[in-house]
């Protein structure tokens, strides 16, 4: 697997890696997971959970943008009978669908289209995209992990159905089975890295308004990231510092979220663009009312029932009065359609046999 972070960070790409990662290790198969580091610095090799992860020089340094030289090195090396390049947006994938070209090792390309703080790299998405169009089509397959990603990227880059396979991110399930624990005063919970798209900002405005409605609210921003000082200036001006709480819950510790989730009446997603977001379909299975923002990803679970829409730019009071109205609201009792992780692992590995299985009859023959 080939992913621009180190799959240690927290964000969804590096969820889904590793959840994945670990599985296919845990049923016998060999995984390594090539990655960059942004922050430079030698090569580090840690084995964890049965498989292996290379963390290799990423430049320039501390830029997100990600090009690593070492890829095509360690690629040779790895020996893999196939590549699966995890996400499109970084000069990562396109070195990697090029070099599984030259390797002949049939490759595979999930999107994980996200957002991005920059209203530059947001526009140039589409672009990016088309310009690795050639490499796109030369996949064994493209991994859409939600169905809007067929019909849009399927009609915009000119390939058809066939093309693409629908594999949803996994849930844990122990978000659905526990108990909750709402004792305690109504919680908002906004969840993801904190960085400008992903809308903490947008509900730190709008919490004077839940104040005024309910008194006794509190809301908690759970991530870290570049935006964290911005966010924490943002509490104490407004007032608020005795009211919101900024923490964190490792990315590999899914059981600290699950408990955290518990507790909360509400979960906001008020980011820019989403395609499949673990957290909110989690966070539904826990039990919270869902307010999401009205674009990509999100939409489908507002579609489906599980989530309130409103306006990307929709005022602060109003959005204020959105939450304050959900917090009036009782627990869910009925959980979203979700695929667990080992499901989701093994329609991968389902995925990667039905892809070798004609090389090895061929190479048989």
Not at 81 to 105: C, D, F, G, N, W
Not at 340 to 361: C, G, K, N, Q, V
């Amino acid at each position: 697997m080939i992913t621009p972070r180190d799959p240690r960070s927290q964000g969804g790409v590096e969820r889904h890696v590793t959840e994945v990662a670990r599985r296919h290790a845990a049923v016998g198969h060999e995984v390594t997971v090539l990655c960059g580091n942004a922050g430079g610095g030698a090569p580090e090799v840690e084995r964890r959970d049965g498989y292996e992860v290379r963390v290799l020089p990423a430049y320039p340094r501390d830029r997100d943008w990600s090009f690593v030289p070492a890829l095509w090195r360690e690629m040779r090396l790895a020996d893999p009978e196939i590549v699966h390049v995890q996400s499109y947006h970084t000069l990562v994938p396109p070195a990697a669908m090029l070099r599984a070209l030259t390797l002949k090792v049939p490759c595979v390309l999930t999107f994980h289209g996200g957002g991005h703080s920059s209203g530059l790299r947001n526009r140039v998405r589409r672009l990016q995209r088309l310009v690795q169009r050639p490499l796109f089509a030369r996949t064994a397959k493209l991994v859409a992990v939600a169905r809007f990603e067929i019909e849009e990227y399927g009609r915009e880059l000119r390939l058809g159905p066939e093309h693409f396979a629908l594999i949803p991110n996994g849930t844990d399930v122990s978000f659905g089975t526990a108990r909750p624990d709402r004792s305690g005063p109504p919680t908002i919970a906004s969840v993801g890295r904190l960085e400008r798209y992903k809308g903490h900002h947008r509900v730190i405005e709008a919490f004077p308004t839940v104040l005024e409605r309910r008194p006794e609210a509190r809301l908690q921003i759970v991530g870290t990231g570049p935006q964290e000082a911005e966010l924490r200036r943002l509490v104490e001006r407004l007032g608020l510092a005795s009211r919101v709480e900024l923490t964190s819950v490792p990315a590999d510790r899914p059981e600290e979220m699950a408990a955290l989730l518990r507790r909360v009446s509400v979960f906001a997603l008020l980011s820019e663009f989403e395609t499949h977001p673990i957290a909110a379909v989690e966070a539904a299975a826990a039990g919270c009312r869902l307010v999401v923002a009205d674009v990509g990803g999100t939409r489908e679970l507002a579609t489906s029932g599980f989530a309130r829409p409103v306006p990307l730019d929709a005022p602060a009071a109003e959005l204020g009065l959105v939450l304050a109205a959900e917090l009036e609201r009782p627990p869910r009792t009925d959980r979203p359609p979700t695929l667990s992780w080992d499901e989701s692992a093994d329609l991968l590995l389902d995925l990667y046999r039905s892809i070798l299985a004609p090389r090895e009859s061929t190479s048989r023959v």
